[in-house]
């Protein structure tokens, strides 16, 4: 795992998230839409950096590896589903009109890139204990 294998899939969705914001059409900014897209990067932030400190890590020489788990499955399906229920909900109340694929993609690249943020801070930026010493 390096750096750039952390940065590169949020960044791709970053990417592909500012390119679709800027060639679709313009919403008119609200009090209630600033609200809803705070909230979507609280939970995206949030689950995030949960998922971040549950991911398997382990080493193979030298190199750390990172798998997900039940766990981290299940905190993705359960933020997805609250991001549905979120967005339905200010859809059918009228809250916000329906939410267009930049604020998706946007999503996840933050939450991807929180996670990974994680990641990295209990391998990539984390202090090495030799085998067999005292932690």
């Excluded at 981290?72 to 329906?98: D, E, H, R």
Aim: proline fraction near 4%; charged fraction near 10%; include cysteine.
């Amino acid at each position: 795992m390096t750096v750039e294998a952390l940065v590169k899939l949020p960044l791709i969705f970053g990417v592909v998230a500012t390119v679709v914001a800027l060639t679709a059409h313009t919403h008119t900014v609200t009090v209630a839409a600033v609200v809803y897209n705070a909230a979507c990067a609280v939970l995206a932030i949030a689950f995030g950096a949960w998922r971040g400190t549950r991911v398997s890590i382990w080493h193979e020489q030298d190199t750390p590896m990172q798998r997900g788990n039940r766990t981290t499955l299940t905190l993705w399906i359960v933020m997805i589903a609250l991001k549905i229920g979120l967005g339905t909900l200010a859809a059918v109340t009228g809250w916000i009109p329906a939410e267009g694929a930049a604020a998706i993609l946007a999503f996840f690249a933050l939450t991807m890139a929180i996670q990974n943020v994680a990641v990295a801070r209990r391998t990539l930026w984390a202090p090495r204990t030799p085998v067999g010493a005292a932690a």
